[in-house]
C-alpha cells in the first residue's frame, strides 16, 4: 500500500524522506549502492518529472549514489530495457529507486506516492514496459481519465517543478543527513558497510542513456 504527501503542505520534502527511509528499512534484500532511475520524456511536459529529479540529483556527489535519467540524457519507453539491463550488470547490488510522473485522482493531483515494489513506467498512458525498481515514487501530475497522453502534454509545467522539486528535496534530506551520520544502510552487514564508505571513490554520481 503506498504512502501519499501532499507537495502544497510545508514539511512534504521532510515527509518524503521520512517515507522513503521506512520503505528502504522494509527492504530485505542486502545492498551495497543506491540508483536513482528517474524515467520519463523531456518532450512532453507532464512526462518530464523524472527527467528533471534526475538533474537536480545529478547535481550533488555522494558516494555510492547513481542517476540515471536526467534531462539532457532521459530514460524513456525507447532506451529502458537497455537501461535497465546495463544497471542489473553495473549495479548487481543496488537499491533501485524508480521515479515517475503518473496520473490520478482530481484529489491526489499534486501529491506523491511512495511504496515499496517495483513501479510500472508507462501504465498511465497505457504502454507495456517492464516493471522496474525495488521502491517506487511517483508525482500525480494531472488527472487521470480519456486521452492520457494529451493530458500529460497540456500538465501544468508549475504542477511538474513543484512536484519535482519536492522530491528531489526530500530525497537530498535523506541522503545528506544519512550518508554524514552513516545510519543510511539499515540492512548492510559491517563487511559490506566498511566496504562501501571506505573504499569507494568520491563522485560516483553518473548520468546514462
Not at 536526467?70 to 548487481?92: C, R, Y
Not at 515514487?137 to 497522453?149: K, S
Request: glycine content about 8%.
Amino acid at each position: 500500500m503506498p504512502f501519499y504527501v501532499n507537495t502544497q503542505k510545508p514539511d512534504s520534502s521532510r515527509e518524503i524522506a521520512r517515507l522513503l527511509g521506512k520503505c528502504i528499512k522494509r527492504h530485505k534484500r542486502d545492498w551495497t549502492e543506491i540508483v536513482f532511475l528517474c524515467i520519463g520524456s523531456d518532450r512532453v511536459t507532464g512526462d518530464c518529472l523524472g527527467p528533471y529529479v534526475g538533474y537536480r540529483l545529478s547535481q550533488h556527489q555522494l558516494p555510492g549514489i547513481f542517476v540515471y535519467g536526467t534531462l539532457n540524457q532521459p530514460v524513456h519507453a525507447v532506451n529502458l530495457s537497455d537501461i535497465t539491463d546495463f544497471i542489473s550488470k553495473s549495479h548487481p547490488f543496488a537499491l533501485v529507486i524508480a521515479i515517475d510522473a503518473s496520473l490520478g485522482d482530481e484529489r491526489h493531483l499534486g501529491y506523491v506516492t511512495i511504496g515499496n515494489g517495483s513501479l510500472y513506467p508507462g501504465a498511465a498512458v497505457q504502454k507495456d514496459l517492464p516493471p522496474v525498481g525495488d521502491i517506487y515514487i511517483t508525482g500525480i501530475v494531472n488527472i487521470a481519465g480519456i486521452l492520457e497522453y494529451l493530458t500529460l502534454q497540456t500538465t501544468r509545467l508549475s504542477t511538474v517543478i513543484t512536484l519535482a522539486d519536492t522530491i528531489a528535496q526530500g530525497f537530498l534530506e535523506i541522503l545528506y543527513n544519512n550518508t554524514a551520520n552513516r545510519s543510511f544502510h539499515f540492512h548492510l552487514p559491517y563487511t559490506y558497510l566498511a566496504y562501501h564508505f571506505f573504499e569507494f571513490p568520491k563522485g560516483l554520481l553518473q548520468k546514462q542513456t
